[in-house]
């Protein structure tokens, strides 16, 4: 079932495309249109759930009171440049239902959306999680894993996740806890393979006082800290064989006892377990037991290598510097060419590997385009392949071949020598003005019309910049 359908005004062009390419790709519907033709849309608004508003339209404030006036209780939200909330004046703010700061990243704008008022007519669609349920990318398998989140979510049913170290067991598990109606209950994980299996029993089911030497009080395990939500239960394959027995019993029977105490303790939690290891294999060395794998295996759902979707890699790759922006780390770019080369490598770490070398990366090259000669050594044996495709990717954190858009770096003295000082004389402001204007349009041509990447090409606070775009009349 499609989301709700999101109605955006603006005259911005380069911010009309962005909008749509993340509202599309969050399976939002996306209608737009400039400040002069939005007549039409404003007759048809029964699927919208808020009307975005792009800032600098033709008359903005009549604009406001008009849309208010057609959409009843719809939310409105200007969408503005950054650092320019304090321009606004007073009377629009006591219009808008908010204003949000663009570009945007992928996690502050689901975040935006999530916060939305849910009209009536859609209050029980059963919840999801915008956007993509945490796992980037459109390959086939990762669809039919969405799918199957969907279809698990709601039920009882206990879920096994197998899938090798890295590939986002974890995301899963949370995608369906957040998916289903236990969501507003505790998600509480468990790496079964980190405890030592002496404490896991207390780890699991808690203890009482004096159960065992150090047990100076009472204790609460996971079991009960989960109450009423999800466990999940990671690495379930490193479990002992001891604690196999005393798990199988809790799911057949429901109850437990802590450690050192005799007292049946009722449990309603939902089990989602995950292993990296072959659990036939397992069961075939008398490692695991047979009876405990059916009872976990009811639902199973396998995740993919990422050698096995290396397509999905440019959108993975916008998904983890977006969620490193937004918990306020430098971002890195990245070429199509670098991107075409990342997609080769068979990336054995999976998805985990990827994340880090992106983080090492925002700490190595912050704020910095990533091309070929900056990626490392062991990347420069891969060649670039004809028939690379980027498929679908946020436009606001990939940019286009470097070799496309190269400007040489020209000095201020430079500059300044370069010309001449005609006969006639000439208009010294004019001509700064006419020499500012171009170096703009220059700098917000290779910055794909981002702001704050052309303030920094111009060595220029970005709200310094701002001004001067409103002062020449320019739209990035």
Known sequence: MPLPRLLLIDDN??????????????????????????????KDLDDVRAVF???G???????IKTVIEATANLPIILLIEKGTALQIPTPIKKMLTGFHEWPSVLPVFTEILKKLPVPKKIEDTPSRNVANKGLAGNSESIKSIRESIDQVANSTATVLVLGESGTGKEVVAKAIHLASNRKNKPFVPVNCGAIPAELLESELFGHEKGAFTGAITARQGRFEIAEGGTLFLDEIGDMPMPMQVKLLRVLQERTFERVGGNKSIECNVRIVAATH?????????????????Y???????ELPALRERTKDIPLLVNHLVARMEANKQDPVYFTRDSLAILMQHPWPGNVRELSNFIERLTITHPNATIDIGDLPEKFQQ??????FVLDEAEPLLIKNDLEDKKVE???????????????QGLDLKEYLSNLELGLIKQALEECNGVVAHAAKLLNMRRTTLVEKLRKYELSA
Not at 409 to 423: H, Q, R, Y
């Open 295 to 301: 009872r976990l295996n009811v639902f199973p759902i």
């Open 277 to 293: 290891r072959n659990l036939d294999e397992e069961i075939k060395e008398k490692r695991f037991r047979e009876d405990l794998f």
């Open 13 to 42: 062009k380069t911010r009309i495309q962005q909008f749509e390419d993340i509202l599309l790709f969050m399976e939002y519907q996306v209608s737009t249109t400039s400040s002069i033709d939005y007549d039409s849309l404003l």
């Open 57 to 63: 339209c033709e008359k903005q404030a009549t604009l």
């Open 53 to 55: 508003i792009g800032d």
């Open 409 to 423: 770096k020209t000095s201020t003295e430079n500059i300044a020598t370069s010309s001449e000082l005609p006969e």
């Open 382 to 387: 891969y060649e670039i392949s004809d028939d």
